[in-house]
């Protein structure tokens, strides 16, 4: 069981990234409301500059999805209902100029894509291991945006009794990740 070094709200807590992914598929309503709690994230100026592009199995553009990941990626998230490309807008529409919170942005709605996901019971991981060139193409996207990473999202599969159990992972002390006033690490 994890534990916080001060109180924190259980949902924070208990947040992982299961590998553990069954083949049951994923609802248009699930997915969209995923989609819903990305939408509500925090992001400079109100941008919102995330965009989600996303390919469920049996759609033509699945096997090209799961291509753009890794070979260890590629082992566990077969199973995934949902693999989904993560993408920032690099300017503001505002004045046109560069947003160098883009990327921040982004992590602020896949975490709250994490959150709504975990409340749900689905798995959730997010994929760094990807060839990005090849997936801004994919995705078709145009110039000013940015492959920031992907998701697999799914169903947990529950019929592990034979597998070594998945831990959760620990987090480093706060010590180690917070300083008053000047960078002392």
Not at 4 to 16: H, M, T
Not at 86 to 103: C, L, P, T
Not at 107 to 135: M, P
Not at 158 to 176: C, F, G, H, I, Y
Request: one cysteine or more; charged letters at 25%; a negative charge.
């Amino acid at each position: 069981m994890r534990q916080s070094e001060y109180p924190i709200q259980e949902l924070l807590l208990n947040r992982w990234s299961s590998r553990r992914m069954s083949d049951q598929p994923i609802t248009q309503a699930e997915l969209m409301s995923l989609f819903e709690a990305a939408r509500w994230a925090p992001s400079s100026y109100n941008e919102q500059p995330w965009r989600f592009i996303y390919a469920l199995p049996g759609d033509d553009c699945w096997q090209d999805y799961f291509n753009l990941l890794t070979e260890n990626n590629q082992a566990w998230v077969s199973k995934a209902a949902t693999l989904v490309v993560a993408v920032s807008k690099q300017f503001y529409e505002r004045d046109h100029s560069a947003n160098a919170a883009a990327g921040f942005d982004v992590g602020a709605a896949v975490e709250n894509i994490a959150l709504e996901a975990g409340a749900r019971g689905l798995a959730f991981h997010v994929l760094g291991g990807i060839d990005y060139a090849k997936a801004t193409e994919q995705v078709g996207l145009p110039e000013g945006y940015k492959v920031e990473v992907m998701l697999a999202i799914g169903h947990l599969r529950v019929d592990v009794s034979n597998e070594e159990p998945e831990k959760q992972t620990e987090r480093k002390a706060l010590a180690e990740i917070i300083a008053a006033k000047k960078f002392n690490f």
